[in-house]
């Protein structure tokens, strides 16, 4: 299922919107980030998996693909967490939140 959501980054004084999709397939296990994502945002799977575990959820054992758009701004830092995770407990029936793309 993919989920889209958006979050935000901050370049000097002005504001970008970024676009999170969070698809999970069946095909295999992994957990892939796309779209030009710095070091700290890679190792979000390990802070996610931590909360998500923390609160009675869980990363589900499948495919994992995040994209990040737009793909020619660099990400930075782990603002990006909540929405990734949001979109990850979304696309695997977790939760329900119908208008999360809103």
């Keep these: 299922?993919?989920?889209k959501i958006y979050g935000s980054a901050i370049f000097g004084v002005s504001a970008q919107t970024i676009t999170i999709e969070v698809n999970i397939d069946t095909g295999g296990v992994g957990y892939h980030l796309v779209g030009l994502p710095d070091n700290a945002i890679k190792e979000s799977?390990?802070?996610i998996s931590a909360a998500l575990k923390n609160?009675?959820?869980?990363?589900?054992g499948k495919k994992i693909t995040i994209n990040m758009a737009p793909a020619d701004l660099r990400k930075e830092g782990a603002a990006y967490d909540l929405s990734i995770a949001m979109g990850i407990l979304?696309?695997?029936d977790?939760?329900?939140a119908e208008d999360?793309?809103?």
Excluded at 55 to 60: L, N, R, T
Aim: hydrophobic share 50%; no cysteine.
């Design 1 to 3: 299922m993919l989920i």
């Design 90 to 92: 979304v696309a695997s």
């Design 55 to 60: 609160v009675g959820f869980k990363i589900p």
């Design 94 to 96: 977790q939760i329900v």
């Design 45 to 47: 799977s390990y802070r």
């Design 100 to 102: 999360i793309k809103d």
